[in-house]
């Protein structure tokens, strides 16, 4: 009984208009009076970010911070994929014939995440990585390797939370969130960097719209409130480093695998 009166009051708490309204109250200027709480609630470390505390002017441009330069460093291995936020780990591995298979106990269709686009096919055999970031992080997303975008996609979707509880008890929230798809060619092949909306995250922005290629580590977008990343390499074109498992805390910038020209089984 608890679970479904837990479940019904997520359903209702994913409307639009709830994020809306939380959204612009995180954006005014009397927000700004909640960060020391925020910081205090969350044990945000508050020493890492680009400004002193008293400086920004509500919640929403506090959570949305940058760091100060140096506070993440980027791994520059030849090839590397890196992280592109600080976050835990809730799904990894390859992908079978189009489905991630065991995210919080659901499996996902590539098709469904990416809303059946063209490019889906190039990913059905590739690798996963999906990144819950909480309150506690950092929430910029940067890109994860050097290339150029090839495609940008928003999608509009529900804004359900993507806690424990709503990935395990709710369908397929990460295909029915709404999302902003980055689609970015390297070296060797194309990622796509798929993040993903929740509740009270009234919007998620690229960091500069007009910028169209990366380094590794460059900013790229970022959340109003914390939300998930899903991270897809084509078939064939990755292997991970070997000492990461589902449940691990990442830093934006750490190295997960190495990119590589399609194999043969591709």
């Given at each position: 009984m608890a679970k479904q009166l837990l479940r019904l009051m997520t359903e209702l708490s994913?409307?639009?208009?709830?994020?809306?309204?939380?959204?612009?109250?995180?954006?005014?200027?009397?927000?700004?009076y909640l960060i020391p709480t925020f910081i205090r609630i969350y044990q945000i470390p508050a020493h890492e970010a680009e400004k002193e505390i008293h400086e920004y002017r509500s919640l929403n441009e506090f959570f949305s911070r940058r760091?100060?330069?140096?506070?993440?460093?980027?791994?520059?291995?030849?090839?590397?994929?890196?992280?592109?936020?600080?976050?835990?780990?809730t799904g990894m591995g390859p992908i079978h014939s189009g489905t991630i298979l065991n995210v919080k106990g659901q499996d996902y269709t590539i098709g469904d995440l990416l809303a059946n686009s063209p490019r889906m096919e190039n990913y059905t055999n590739g690798y996963v990585f999906v990144l819950y970031l909480s309150p506690t992080d950092y929430h910029r997303i940067h890109?994860?390797?050097?290339?150029?975008?090839?495609?940008?996609?928003?999608?509009?979707?529900?804004?359900?939370?993507?806690?424990?509880?709503a990935m395990t008890n709710i369908r397929s929230v990460l295909s029915r969130n709404e999302r902003l798809i980055t689609y970015i060619t390297h070296e060797h092949g194309e990622v796509a960097v798929v993040k993903v909306g929740a509740m009270n995250v009234s919007s998620i922005k690229y960091a500069d719209p007009s910028v169209s290629e990366w380094?590794?580590?460059?900013?790229l977008a970022y959340f109003e409130f914390g939300s998930t990343v899903v991270?897809?390499?084509?078939?064939?074109?990755?292997?991970?480093?070997?000492?990461?498992?589902?449940?691990?805390?990442?830093?934006?910038?750490?190295l997960l695998g190495l990119l590589h020209k399609p194999s043969k089984e591709s």
């Open positions: 994913s409307r639009k208009w709830v994020s809306r309204i939380m959204g612009g109250f995180s954006h005014s200027r009397l927000s700004r760091l100060k330069m140096g506070m993440r460093a980027i791994d520059e291995t030849a090839s590397a994929m890196t992280s592109p936020v600080d976050g835990v780990i890109s994860p390797v050097t290339g150029k975008k090839a495609e940008s996609e928003h999608l509009r979707g529900k804004v359900y939370p993507v806690n424990d509880f380094r590794n580590g460059d900013d991270l897809l390499t084509e078939n064939g074109t990755f292997t991970p480093r070997g000492d990461l498992t589902v449940g691990d805390k990442v830093k934006m910038g750490a």
